[in-house]
C-alpha cells in the first residue's frame, strides 16, 4: 500500500492550498488528514468514508472541504482562509476496507505566512 500526498507549500494568511493524497494496492474506508506541527501531536484535521460521510475539527469548519475520489482512490482537502496556526506537516491516512490496518502517507509541508 502506498499513499502520496502532495500540494503542500507556502501561502500568505487568507490564502488558498489544495491537497491531494492517492492511495494504491488496497480498497479503502475512512480515508483523512491529519496535521503535526512542531512540537505538537498529530491531530486530525477532516476524515471521509467510502459513503461520503465527513468529519472536521473544529478549527476547519467552514473553512476546510474534504472530498473523495473512490475510483482514483484518492482524496482531496480544499483549504481556504488559512491562518498561521494551519501551518504544519499534513499526513494522509487510509484505513484498509477490510481489516483494521491503518496506512500512512509521507506528508507534505503547508506554511502559513506573510
Known amino acids: 500500500v502506498q499513499l502520496q500526498a502532495s500540494g503542500g507549500g507556502l501561502v500568505q494568511p487568507g490564502g488558498s492550498l489544495r491537497l491531494s493524497c492517492a492511495a494504491s494496492g488496497g480498497i479503502f474506508g475512512v480515508m483523512g488528514w491529519f496535521r503535526q506541527a512542531r512540537g505538537n501531536q498529530r491531530d486530525v484535521v477532516a476524515t471521509?468514508?467510502?459513503?461520503?460521510?465527513?468529519y472536521y475539527r473544529d478549527s476547519a469548519k467552514g473553512r476546510f472541504t474534504i472530498s473523495r475520489d473512490n475510483a482514483k482512490n484518492t482524496i482531496y482537502l480544499q483549504m481556504n482562509s488559512l491562518r498561521p496556526d494551519d501551518t504544519a506537516v499534513y499526513y494522509c491516512?487510509?484505513?484498509?476496507?477490510?481489516?483494521?490496518?491503518?496506512?500512512w502517507g509521507q506528508g507534505t509541508k503547508v506554511t502559513v505566512s506573510s
Open positions: 491516512s487510509a484505513q484498509n476496507y477490510i481489516t483494521p490496518d491503518n496506512y
Open positions: 471521509i468514508t467510502r459513503d461520503f460521510i465527513e
